[in-house]
């Protein structure tokens, strides 16, 4: 079983949205937090570019690779293959409601077939030594939240899941559309409480809507995980404060200055590399959400830094438009 203090938070995988830019980027936030990569087909995995979809720094650790995929003998070959890039645990999308993961008859899907999940799982375990993980929903479309999430974590603990991430919500395949299925159904945190208690000795962590770290710590209350989802992305600021709120590490102040260098840094390198800085950018947005300088930083991230020739030069230029010294007065 995972150890519940190495994963008391995590940030979630995203589609389009956590690609190994924006996990460098996290990491320099927060040493401890659990990042999870987007979802990969297994399929891909298998036959694609798998430097493109697969690489990382080895800087992102703590690192999981999500897969998605209903055939236990390709996710277990998925598996097998992440597990040699370096990836610290696999963890199988039993929650993704989108229309080209519906075609693919798997993610949400997965949890109108239990049975598969856990066939899954199974063969995903005896083909790596890493820990291998679910991340589901409460049920889908008419299922009862109850049942149907007792059925499916029963099967994936008896498979030997190491642990379970539930996004509170459930999922409706039919009449939303992927953007309304991360908010339309009505959270159900309360069910996810339940399925802790009924299951003391695995891990089960909660996702879905989750705001801030103090509402991560209520729900560490009631569960052993929390996992921030669009709040870590559009306000990444917030993990700053994750080592010494969930970790117990010293709160010395945010060391911007080494934040700065380390961008711009690996700005460098990704456009020797022939990238462009908005491929890192992109994710650095929301960084000083709500602070004197914010606007002018996102603007200069959202026009200059997207320019063809744009360099490293950029992304300092945006740091110099807010103050950093009052900021760190602010935190002391």
């Not at 994963?7 to 936030?29: I, K, S």
Request: glycine share 10%; proline share 5%; charged share 25%.
């Amino acid at each position: 079983m995972l150890k519940n203090q190495e994963h008391r938070l995590a940030v979630a995988p995203m589609m389009d949205w956590t690609d190994r830019h924006c996990r460098f980027f996290h990491r320099r936030l927060t040493r401890r937090a659990l990042l999870y990569t987007e979802m990969v087909v297994a399929d891909a995995v298998i036959h694609g570019a798998r430097e493109r979809l697969l690489g990382f720094d080895d800087v992102e650790h703590p690192v999981a690779l999500q897969l998605g995929g209903s055939d236990p003998s390709k996710l277990a070959e998925a598996a097998r293959i992440g597990e040699a890039f370096g990836y610290d645990e696999i963890n199988l999308n039993v929650g993704c409601p989108s229309d080209r993961v519906q075609s693919g008859t798997f993610g949400a899907c997965l949890m109108k077939t239990p049975a598969l999940v856990a066939e899954c799982v199974a063969a995903m375990k005896v083909s790596v030594k890493i820990p291998v993980t679910v991340k589901c929903r409460i049920g889908v479309d008419d299922q009862d939240p109850e049942p149907a999430l007792d059925i499916l974590t029963d099967g994936v603990f008896a498979a030997g899941a190491d642990a379970l991430w539930v996004h509170a919500r459930k999922a409706w395949l039919e009449g939303l559309s992927p953007k309304e299925n991360r908010d339309v159904p009505p959270l159900d945190y309360a069910r996810v409480y339940r399925l802790k208690a009924r299951k003391p000795n695995e891990f089960i962590g909660i996702n879905g809507g989750i705001q801030s770290l103090g509402e991560a710590s209520e729900h560490l209350r009631h569960v052993d995980g929390a996992m921030l989802g669009r709040a870590a992305y559009h306000t990444p600021g917030i993990l700053a404060g994750v080592d010494a709120a969930f970790y117990g590490e010293a709160n010395a102040g945010f060391d911007y200055a080494a934040l700065i260098e380390a961008m711009a840094g690996y700005a460098a390198r990704h456009i020797e590399r022939g990238g462009r800085l908005g491929h890192i950018t992109r994710h650095m947005v929301g960084l000083f959400h709500g602070l004197p300088g914010a606007r002018r930083f996102r603007q200069i991230l959202s026009t200059d830094a997207n320019k063809p020739d744009a360099g490293p030069e950029v992304l300092k230029s945006a740091f110099s438009a807010v103050d950093l010294a009052a900021l760190d007065a602010e935190a002391a």
